[in-house]
């Protein structure tokens, strides 16, 4: 698991803008895709992420560093040379090819009998669930399916890596979240590493074993889905990934100054740390009511309650005028119902839960 | 095998003339056409080349002579070249025969619907008259000089001339004629024998149609004067087949040839013992074979040099006229 | 409702559209069957004749046709368009696809400058070209002839296939190409199996436009065809100052025809391949 | 670039380019040459310099050489307004048919557009004639109204400048249909729902929003008919019956029996000279259109 | 607030199919729309939703029925007569007009003058928060400002009724999202009542005050969004808003046999029920481990974690083979963990809220 299959060093790619200026869409980037594994790609529109897939694919030059495939160095070798495949976002199926030859022109490039070719992309439409289409035309199909018909057809010469540029952002909600436990499945089953490029961070927490969150063609941070949830490491990266309550404030003693005497506690190694910092707690962590009497708490008045099915969201805003997102489980309903009746609640955390980030304040999205 | 690249007007040739020289001789033709000198000449001199034999009015007979396009043939030393009237070896350039043979001749006059006018007429202004008394239309050659050529008659000039003010004064009768013209064409055989126009101005040819409808058409050689038309075959300078070129002319010196040719054309010929030849109808017609009197009503065209300019210039002027 | 009287009247108004393009061509179709062979202005009884004279059943009619003599320049004629059409067509489709594909694969210089030089030959009217071509062949001693209107043909020819097949590529999906080259397909390859399928109903399209326009092109033809060839739109509009040949009817309704069969055959063929 | 793509390009663009500037580019020099020489007796040309050609057109020709008249003028403007009312009429005739045609089911559509195209492959010269079949005196339409007593006497609708104008309209609808079609094909109609929706009547909705969204296809349309109605001599040949002089019969006339070939060049170097300008203002409009709202509107001109 | 601005009454719509069938898009609808509510039609694909709103903007005739709008009958007047204004799914901007055009676009058609129209379209272009952009083409903007300009297009006029058809569902997600807010803000700040398409249900929850579920042209079900999440009429409902796990069988004195020895405890109104029934269980109501040892439970294993910030999903399935997902709060972190050691669970709910649908038990999707 810990295998490299590809490694991207001091990765770097300027582009002129049309406005006469400069873009660094790569930035000195160091990244490591293990065997195996499913790493995806985060970040706003523009921070790099598909010059960086396709710099992997061989479809940008990169005019600093260098990418190493499966120990090889590949950065002067053509896309059609590398054994890397990718599934495009608005899928680029030929439309004068049936979804047969559409997944079998990987081996018919390379030169297998047709017989052969059938057959293979006869398997690979199976396990996509498409059996029985290989004589449909594209536009036949529907979005889900073209979707699946664009993975058969890059999985089908089974390429060491496969790079997915926010492959699903066409589909419908639905589709997109069944499509989405299919792809990990396949991963799984196939044993080849996914990266995968998304700007959806529900996309990325579901389907990913690492995150590569990315800004201004920079690496802020590349860690597993847990870690990188609990311990981002700046602002930045937190408000990318799940909601986020960030407060800043001096740290002394464990305790967090916010200002107006507002205090958060923080606690375990955070509670040595003195000087600047930025706190996150994120909604989930604010428990309402005083359900466990032993933990500190903040005192916040109510604005509004949206109910979201399975959970209510709670906009709540504490004396000194900051602003506090809640998110309390359906279960807590009646927590809910007395806060709503008495316009506040004590929103009570567990200083341990409290995550520190120092250094980076002027970092805030 | 032998070939002759023949270039004439738009049937201008009796195709059984042409079969006969096949026969005859065992040369293939291969006919070409043009509608009009200027068209054959910017042709030839365009750069066209490829061509035998050409059917040049005969001021435009000059003209390629004086281009020096035309090859000395000397047809005058053809025996056959007896039986060819004198008179018509009209080309000033060439007065003795020894380059061209005269093809054929005739008048360019009115052809009428005798049927519409309800009577026959006599010429330009007769036929204007009644038109415009019976709301009529009429319809003249597309040709700037032969349609400058009725207004130069009509002013009693002569149709060679390049005064201005015999020119202007020429223009200004067509000009006047154009409520009662329909159109400037080439097509008015159709026209006339259709009903579409009361008459046409046309070459000699329209006797076909006059021949087939007699009650019904009639042409007529205006009384005010008229133009007559001679075609004579040339050799090109650049003939490939220069002797196919002259075997044609000297068949074409046999009087049955010419004879055979006037039945379908129904025009006038240079060869004399031809005209013996020729069927009743064509023989007796006065319109074909004009007597002597009505001969010297007749002018022929001659080269005007730049003058074409000022014509050029008042056909304009004819056209855009309201 | 306004709305559904509305469309009726647009019904009406583009029935009578093609009321007012068929009508003549019927007529023209009734008069290929007139007898009357001097004048088709009148009409003089059913015949076949002229069908028959040139599908060439019929060699020589009877002694009353006077016009016979140029049956077989006619066919001539034909003959020269068509062979003129096939090469043009040919010559044409190469050049202006190629120039389309270079303008669409490449940024070069000037490539924008190189467009409105491909629109010139087509907007220019065709007596300027045709006579600008005159002068051009006369004074660089070209000897006029079947040659000297192919490549007149040619010149505005290939605007229109360049225009025809540039539109098509406008149209085309790049990331088809990145997805053949992601696939492991080179640059011939991908060109073979994907860009050439997806252009050629363009290629096809700008193919046949240029066929018919040559077909039909007189001006520029009349001007640059030397005397040895005539086309037959050449041949025809010549004839009509002397009157119009019955046979160019018939010949006008077969070719009618035929394009109709063709057409239809290939619609046919691609509804069946869907 | 690298040199293969280098040598890819030059064997794409080469022998197009070379073949064009050959015998389009050069011609078209030649052509502007001859238009400033003088005129040979016979055809061809002196060779000294002779700007009077365009004196005798524009009006300052040196009396010793040539006389300036206004006839040419003339019909320059006369051209020129044929061939507008020509675009009107073809114009007029298209775009209902274009609109009927373009929101017909799929199906319609390309039988349709088959049928419009179908015409082409009969000649042009055949199509133009049987106008005159059908206009003439003696024509069905006249004998349709005698019979019927709606006229006593024929109408004298051939040779006119209206059966120039309708012979053209005949031949030219494909070329305006098809860009008219395309733009139309392509109007967004969810636009014109918005504008009903925001309260504007079918008028005002045909005015500001179906007319400006069709605008490419008009004007591209419009300078595709235009341009060869301007340099048309065959028309006003069989149509006109050569009364009506256009530029097109000029131009003609110098070459074929004038024999004045600077004069015939400095008149089409005048045809050239509006197209250039029509073309201008066409890339113009469109580039303001591009500016404006996006290059994706303003296509249909290519059609 | 009980007022109605809008009345449907019996209104019916038949298309012939292109197949040649029928497909009948309203079928017998009855919807009263009230004053100032943000009503929200949520059915799948096909169901008519566009088609009702069509039929209230006019662009749609009905067959049968009719539409009243504010007490008017509408039936048959156009919709460039009706006080009724669209914000189209496409935004439908007009690209040859500038912004301040498109907006100005419905005064200057009721003959407003210049200066007025540039002083109204600024002032609901600042309501949208795009002022300054008056300038712009369309084409110059970004998606959601497209749409921020179709809204204040549609609103400046200031119709009695706002018509949304699936606004937002070109947007990303963010943008989504914060444009719901604002939309939900905006029809405050108006006063006036949206009827408002989507298919998202996260979407229809978020902003909607009552939701109408549509299928097959008709109204399944509409009601306030709580009543609809805890009461739906029909499995059919109850899957189209928010995730559910559905337990048929037969219910007699207050449980449920599920078939397998597996049963459900059902408690309230229900209880008294006898007969076959569907039963609905969602996912946040199942509570893992025995955190509160008084209520039922179901014994199951676990197959699948997925960690989704928030939350944890859990798949889970019963020792009858019934599949169960389950949903736990962030804070019950300790509870997953556990699970995940045991690979199994106890899953506890309260028979209180466990709702019960009879006699449509074939109704479900
Ligand atoms: N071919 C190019 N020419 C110029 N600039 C480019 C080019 N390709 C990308 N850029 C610029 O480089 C930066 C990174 O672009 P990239 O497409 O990698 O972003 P992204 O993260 O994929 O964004 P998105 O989420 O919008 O797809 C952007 O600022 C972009 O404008
Ligand atoms: N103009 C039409 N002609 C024929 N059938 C139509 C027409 N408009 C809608 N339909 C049919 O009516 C039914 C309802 O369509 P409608 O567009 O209202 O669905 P919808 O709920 O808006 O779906 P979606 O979520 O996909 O937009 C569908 O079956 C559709 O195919
Ligand atoms: N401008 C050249 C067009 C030719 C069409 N016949
Ligand atoms: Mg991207
Ligand atoms: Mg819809």
Partial sequence: MQETIVELAGAGKTFASPEGGEVRALDN??????????????????????????????????????????????????????????????????????????????????????????????????????????????HQLSGGQQQRVALARAIVARPKLLLLDEPLSALDRNLRHSMQIELKTLQNELGISFVFVTHDQEEALTMSDRIAVLRHGRIQQIARLRDIYDRPASPFVAGFIGASNLFEGHVENGVMALGGGEVLRVAGGAASFTGKATAIVRPEQFLLGSARGSLPGIEATLDQVIFVGAAFELYMRTAGGRQITVSAPASAREAVAAAEAGRCARLAYDPAEVHLMTGQGADAQ | QQELNVYNWGDYINPEVLKKFEEQTGIKVNLSVYSSNEEMLAKIRGGATGYDIVFPSVHMHDIM????????????????????????????????????????WGSVGIMYNRTLLGKDVTGWRDLLETAKAKGLKISLLDDVREVMGVGLILNGHSVNSTDPEELQQAADTIIAMKPQVAAFTYSNRPMVVSGDVAAGHHFIGAMIDVFAHPQDLGYVIPEEGATMYQEDICVLKTAPNKENAIKFMQFYTQPEIPALNMAQ???????????????????NSEEINPPAETMKRLQIFEDIGDGIRLYDRLWTKIKTAQ | MMARLFRRGLVAYTALFFAFIYLPLLLIAVYSFNSNPVNMMTWSGFTTEWYLQVLGFKTAVSEAAMYIESTDQLLAALRNSLTIAFSTTLVATVLGTSIALAIYRYRFFGARYYQVLMFMPMLIPDIVLGIALLIFFVNAGIHLGIGTIIIGQCTFLTSYVFIVVSSRLAGMDRSLERASADLGANEWVTFRKVVLPQLMPGVAGGALLAFIISMDDLVITYFISGTDVTTLPVFIFAMLRRGIKPEINAIAVLMLTFSFAVASLGLYLRSRRK | MMARDRLQLGLLLGPGLVFLAVFFLVPLGIMIVTSLLAPGLYGGVEWEFYPHSFGRILGFADPAFEEFDPVYLEIFFRSMKIAALTVVATLLVCYPAAFCIATMPPKWKGFCLFLIALPFFTSLIVRLFVWVLILRQAGPINGLLMATGLIDRPLEMIYSEGAIILGMVYIFIPFMFMPVYASVEKLDWTLVRASQDLGAGPVRTFLRVILPLTAPGIIGGSVIVFIPALGNFIVPAILGGAKVMMLGNLIEQQFLSARNWPFGSALAMMVLSIMLVAMMAFVFLSGRRNRAHGPAVAEGGAA
């Fill in chain 1, 29 to 138: 980037v160091d990244l490591k895709v293990r065997r195996n594994e499913f790493l995806t790609l985060l970040g706003p529109s523009g921070c790099g992420k598909t010059t960086l897939l396709q710099s992997i694919g061989g479809f940008v030059s990169l005019d600093r560093g260098k990418i190493l495939i499966d120990g090889a160095d590949m950065t002067e070798v053509p896309p059609h040379r590398r054994p890397v495949n990718t599934v495009f976002q608005n899928y680029a199926l030929f439309p004068h090819m049936t979804v047969a030859q559409n997944v079998g022109y990987a081996l018919e490039v390379r030169g297998v009998s047709l017989k052969e070719r059938r057959a293979k992309a006869g398997e690979v439409l199976a396990m996509v669930g498409l059996a029985g289409l290989e004589e449909r035309w594209p």
């Fill in chain 2, 65 to 104: 002579a004086k281009l020096d396009l035309l090859e000395k043939t000397n047809i005058n030393q053809y025996e056959g070249f007896k039986n060819i009237d004198p008179a018509f070896l009209r080309a000033k350039s060439d007065p003795n025969g020894e380059y061209c043979l005269p093809y054929a």
């Fill in chain 2, 265 to 283: 054309q129904t025009n006038g010929t240079a060869n004399m013992k031809a005209r013996e030849l020729t069927p009743e109808n064509i023989k």
